[in-house]
């Protein structure tokens, strides 16, 4: 129902940043609220971060500080500025869209196809 385009993924040192962004098309609610998961091989999908279509905001521990969401409404865009990034920030992020202005993606949420974020020397 919703097209979820991201970009913005690459290689990077640590101690380094890079800045996600994922644009939604489609059948979207201006209520939704959007977002980022992440996973590595072996592991289950993780909350990065979330933002509401009113602008709140709800982190992962390990990225509070560091990771900063945020979010155009007008252009169904957001997006996830990512400084003083670790080897264990390494994995694939993913956008979401949701049905609902939730802390967490629910079942009514979109996916993105992905894009690799690396930190490694």
């Known amino acids: 129902q919703v097209q979820l385009v991201e970009s913005g993924g690459g290689l990077v040192q640590p101690g380094g940043s890079l800045k996600l962004s994922c644009a939604a098309s489609?059948?979207?609610?201006?209520?939704?609220?959007m977002g980022w998961y992440r996973q590595v091989p072996g592991k289950q999908r993780e909350l990065v971060a979330v933002?509401?279509?009113?602008?709140?905001?709800n982190y992962a521990d390990s990225v509070k500080g560091r990771f900063t969401i945020s979010r155009n409404v007008a252009k169904n865009t957001v997006y996830l500025q990512m400084n003083s990034l670790k080897p264990e920030d390494t994995a694939v992020y993913y956008c979401?869209?949701?049905?609902?202005?939730?802390?967490?993606?629910?079942?009514?949420?979109?996916w993105g196809q992905g894009t690799q974020v690396t930190v490694s020397s």
């Open positions: 979401f869209a949701d049905l609902w202005d939730s802390m967490v993606a629910t079942s009514g949420a979109d």
């Open positions: 489609g059948s979207i609610l201006r209520r939704n609220a």
């Open positions: 933002i509401t279509s009113g602008g709140s905001t």
